[in-house]
């Protein structure tokens, strides 16, 4: 199953849609994409331009973590299985997205091609995901957070979350 692409789940969370829920299927039109949870805020240029990240808080992920997971499983996803996890980054600068993204794939996660987006309020940014491949493991998932944050912060790279597949 072919994962979204950056631009797509951006524009559906630019849009107003999928704020502050899991999101399945994709009510707001934006058709079928990865299972993630929005952040609880809207995405906001003023934080990206200013290089200051959406959330490092690593204790908030943690709890976005287990939410997420418990869901998935809750839902009936098979824990037996191997993910695909889709972390999403946005920034602006294209440069230091770029550093961002060559560090990450030296740091052992799979990079995509950066896209480029156009918000509502006219504002460029640019994103890309990284992925690893795992079981729904909290503490796995965590784990690769906090190996992927100290390059975020050093390029002032924003981290906008996971998400994966539902898988039976």
Aim: aromatic share 8%.
């Amino acid at each position: 199953m072919a994962a979204a692409s950056c631009l797509s789940w951006l524009a559906a969370l630019s849009q107003g849609g999928c704020a502050g829920m899991l999101c399945r299927n994709h009510a707001c039109g934006a058709g079928p994409q990865p299972i993630r949870r929005s952040p609880a805020r809207a995405f906001d240029t003023n934080t990206v331009a200013s290089g200051v990240n959406m959330s490092l808080d690593m204790q908030e992920w943690r709890e976005e973590t287990t939410a997420i997971v418990n869901e998935l499983l809750a839902d009936g996803s098979n824990p037996d299985l191997e993910y695909e996890i889709e972390h999403h980054f946005a920034c602006q600068d294209f440069d230091l997205l770029e550093k961002a993204a060559v560090d990450l794939f030296k740091a052992g996660f799979e990079v995509t091609d950066a896209e480029e987006m156009e918000l509502d309020d006219g504002a460029t940014i640019f994103c890309f995901d990284a992925t690893t491949e795992c079981k729904l493991d909290i503490e796995t998932i965590v784990a690769d957070i906090e190996k992927m944050l100290p390059i975020l912060q050093k390029y002032g790279v924003d981290y906008d979350g996971w998400g994966t597949y539902f898988q039976e």
